[in-house]
């Protein structure tokens, strides 16, 4: 078993967890001592003034002046995304985590060409994305869309309130041509962009039997040294959810995310025309319930660190889980959207024109240019980000093939 390792976090950070741990223990206490896990992942991300997503920057690690104990992942479960795993690599970077968006702007560029596809077969000028993160990817898609002429507006829902004011900052140069709204609008025509949305929705976890067939869903308790988990027999829907999906697999333990399948049959309702496009790291069913994938996809991001102990710091870390495509698909499909594509974010950036725009680039300036080669080495290789994160692109109303599935569309595969 690898040493314990230990992540530094200052003062304030510590004292902000322990008000989100004493708010989660007396939560779990109102519901009789025993909470289902996707309602105590909701509070940890976003309970108002206290979760990850919803506490301003005091989540962030100041100078170290504590030190957290962590134990060393010893079961890697495909976790290992370039973006946010590398503790040594990333060391001086501030936050927990980096998505493609602020690797490099070309991954916003490259985008920019599938968004303009989707509108100009929408005929719309809309543009409307969800959870925003610094506003790197809004920023590139508005400079890229500028450049060919087009005039974009562009809408963002953003439930963190320190992410949306670092957008404010960054977009302030387009005025009011970029918008935040409070809730999802009443119908929607354009280009909908979900980087990294559907993988940080509170996510059931189940568990099967060792020694029947028994579904058990696992909850939280409070425990001597913080919290626990505590397996109960499935309530009726999430049985039949996980029979649905994969057989009787003695021991085996898992996610299904029943919100972000909400979240697209939501997306239906008020999507007139246009398409959705969702980035996010996944599998399809058949790799996602894999029988060895037996400890399910769930994991934590602090500093730059990638692990498993979800009741580390509870408010200090992210926490996300895998999306399972082939539900996202059949979502949709059952809602009366289509699925216009699905295929890896190597291919699609490939389709959609990077190399292209990788040539345009200033030749002279070779540190730039270095910089550049290597972030997009990580959109693009096997090893980090380029098979791990996939795209896929839910419309109503288009009938063109969008370029960004022209070559290696694996929605067969779904």
Not at 182 to 203: K, W
Request: proline share 5%; charged share 15%.
């Amino acid at each position: 078993m690898p040493a314990e390792t230990s992540i530094p976090v200052s003062a304030d950070a510590l004292a902000h967890s322990q008000r989100v741990s004493a708010f989660l223990h007396a939560q779990i206490q109102v519901q009789g001592g025993w909470m289902p896990f996707s309602q105590w992942m909701h509070h940890v991300l976003y309970a108002p003034g206290l979760g990850y997503y919803a506490a301003g920057s005091v989540k962030l690690a100041q100078a170290p002046v504590a030190s957290l104990p962590r134990k060393s992942q010893s079961h890697a479960h495909d976790s290992t995304t370039s973006n946010n795993s590398n503790s040594n690599q990333h060391g001086a970077l501030s936050g927990d985590f980096v998505t493609a968006p602020q690797l490099t702007p070309l991954f916003g560029h490259t985008l920019a060409r599938q968004v303009l596809e989707v509108l100009q077969q929408a005929d719309s000028a809309d543009i409307l994305e969800f959870g925003a993160g610094s506003g790197a990817l809004a920023h590139s898609v508005l400079s890229a869309l500028d450049s060919q002429g087009v005039t974009a507006n562009y809408f963002i829902l953003e439930v963190s309130a320190d992410l949306k004011l670092r957008q404010q900052q960054l977009l302030a140069p387009w005025g009011n041509r970029v918008v935040w709204l409070e809730r999802a609008p009443s119908q929607f025509t354009g280009c909908i962009l979900a980087n990294e949305v559907l993988d940080a929705m509170p996510v059931e976890l189940f568990a099967w039997s060792a020694h029947e067939d028994h579904v058990l869903q696992r909850g939280v308790v409070s425990a001597k040294e913080g919290f626990d988990y505590q397996d109960r027999m499935a309530p009726p829907a999430l049985e039949q959810a996980v029979r649905a999906r994969m057989p009787y697999l003695p021991g085996y333990r898992s996610e299904i995310n029943l919100q972000a399948e909400a979240w697209v049959r939501d997306l239906a309702r008020w999507l007139t025309k246009g398409a959705a496009l969702l980035i996010d790291y996944g599998f399809p069913r058949h790799e996602f319930f894999h029988p060895q994938r037996q400890r399910g996809t769930l994991m934590c991001h602090i500093q730059h660190r990638a692990h498993d102990d979800v009741f580390l710091a509870p408010g200090l870390q992210d926490m996300t889980a895998h999306v399972d495509f082939t539900a996202i698909a059949e979502t949709a499909f059952a809602a009366g959207l289509e699925v216009l594509g699905y295929t890896s974010q190597a291919r699609f950036l490939l389709n959609s024109g990077l190399p292209e725009l990788l040539k345009q680039l200033d030749q002279t300036e070779a540190k730039t240019l270095a910089q550049t080669h290597s972030a997009v080495q990580k959109l693009l290789s096997e090893a980090e980000m380029g098979e791990l994160f996939k795209v896929m692109a839910l419309s109503r109303g288009l009938e063109q093939v969008l370029s960004g599935f022209s070559r290696g569309d694996r929605s067969a595969q779904l």
